[in-house]
């Protein structure tokens, strides 16, 4: 499995940004994609994830201002980001875990990641 994560930027605080993963390579299309993101210094955090089905989790700290989709023609899973705050700086990256635990931060695939960072 490929993916390869664009959108990722500087943005002011209080401003949006999406996130795009294109996924290569999927056999099941039903197979769950995540977006986790990690700051430097800081453990990796997941963020949301999404089945092919349209069912779609969140990290309570994120539910709010976050919204994952995805389009299954394109192969594509799209994180739109709203009320960005410094403290959301980090390396975004999509994955398909391993596992229904998506905190558990094993992965059968991630991308490189893109970068987003907040501020002022």
């Known amino acids: 499995v490929q993916l390869v994560e664009s959108g990722g930027g500087l943005v002011q605080p209080g401003g949006s940004l999406r996130l795009s993963c294109v996924v290569h390579?999927?056999?099941?299309?039903?197979?769950?994609i995540i977006w986790a993101r990690q700051a430097p210094g800081k453990a990796i955090e997941w963020v949301s994830g999404?089945?092919?089905?349209?069912?779609?989790y969140y990290n309570h700290n994120m539910r709010f201002r976050f919204a994952i989709s995805r389009d299954n023609v394109d192969n594509t899973v799209y994180l739109e980001m709203n009320d960005l705050k410094p403290e959301d700086t980090a390396l975004y990256f999509c994955?398909?875990?391993?596992?229904?635990?998506?905190?558990?931060?094993?992965?059968?695939?991630r991308g490189q990641g893109t970068q987003v960072t907040v501020s002022s």
């Open positions: 999404i089945y092919g089905d349209g069912s779609s």
């Open positions: 994955a398909v875990p391993r596992y229904t635990d998506f905190d558990l931060q094993i992965y059968d695939g």
């Open positions: 390579g999927l056999t099941n299309s039903n197979q769950p």
